[in-house]
Nanobody, 117 residues
Framework: QVRLVESGGGLVEAGGSLRLSCVAS????????VAWYRQAPGKQRELVATIFSGGDTNYEDSVKGRFTISRDNARNTVYLQMNSLRPEDTAVYYCNVPGKVTVIFAWGQGTQVTVSS
């Protein structure tokens, strides 16, 4: 059974930084694209960043230049370094493996990121 565990969230002031981690069990991340998503209160979950198996990355426009997605295949972990955080980045952040229509695995519990102004 695949389990995704996100961690690293917290409360930070605007302009601050956080590093999120996504650890997988039951699956080897190295062969898959992995993405970070976020869901703000009252909004739909949205795609934030993707890292492909070859290392290429893709970002949602509002986080380009501020967020960096990376992977450590030896630790079966994907990271999201978030700098210059803004109040509008406040959300619960999740990781998953993107499919053609939706995600492949069940969602984890996510990690809360709160940015104060």
């Amino acid at each position: 059974q695949v389990r995704l565990v996100e961690s690293g969230g917290g409360l930070v002031e605007a302009g601050g930084s956080l590093r999120l981690s996504c650890v997988a069990s039951g699956i080897t991340f190295s062969g898959f694209a992995v993405a970070w998503y976020r869901q703000a209160p009252g909004k739909q979950r949205e795609l934030v960043a993707t890292i492909f198996s070859g290392g290429d990355t893709n970002y949602e426009d509002s986080v380009k230049g501020r967020f960096t997605i990376s992977r450590d295949n030896a630790r079966n972990t994907v990271y999201l370094q978030m700098n210059s955080l803004r109040p509008e980045d406040t959300a619960v952040y999740y990781c998953n493996v993107p499919g053609k229509v939706t995600v492949i695995f069940a969602w984890g519990q996510g990690t809360q990121v709160t940015v104060s102004s």
